[in-house]
């Protein structure tokens, strides 16, 4: 009788398992695309892949802006796109604004490389302290595609890429 309950435990607990996994082609794969400005700085798309189709999880790039007071600063941002963004047709388009900064990003990414257009801007204080508004202007891009990251190096609920000066 133990036998019995034993087996019949380890087959429920089984097909709970095999029943609750995701499927692995529902897990998203990561595509890097790498490449340079206009200003000659390195600019990289992730790009994700699931059933839903391809949409752009995180974005990193290098810039140099120019303050109104002519001051210049360089500077590495990275953003991570909780809701992601969508490439539709080869297609896409991100426009992020809010009280600490402005991103624009237009471009195409194929299956092999990519263009597009990207701008930034944020605002600063003088050492008067005078708001100010520091800006790359319209910059464009152009990438190509690097490597696949393995599912299994996935993390598909990471929101952990944030914006950072």
Request: net charge neutral.
């Amino acid at each position: 009788m133990r036998r019995h309950a034993a087996f019949a435990t380890a087959i429920l607990v089984s097909v709970l398992i095999i029943g609750t996994a995701v499927p692995a082609h529902a897990a998203p794969r990561l595509r890097q695309y790498k490449g340079q400005t206009s200003q000659a700085h390195n600019i990289s798309f992730f790009v994700a892949r699931t059933d839903a189709g391809r949409f752009i999880k995180d974005v990193f790039f290098a810039v140099d802006l120019t303050c109104d007071d002519d001051t210049t600063q360089r500077v590495g941002v990275g953003y991570g796109f909780g809701k992601s963004v969508p490439i539709t047709d080869g297609a896409f388009s991100i426009d992020e604004v809010d009280q600490g900064a402005a991103l624009h990003i237009a471009g195409d990414l194929g299956r092999l490389q990519g263009q597009g257009t990207l701008s930034w801007a944020f605002p600063a204080f003088t050492p008067d302290e005078q708001v100010q508004l520091c800006t790359t202007g319209d910059l464009t891009w152009d990438v190509e595609f690097r490597r696949t990251i393995p599912r299994s190096k996935v993390d598909a609920s990471a929101g952990h890429v944030v914006r950072s000066a």
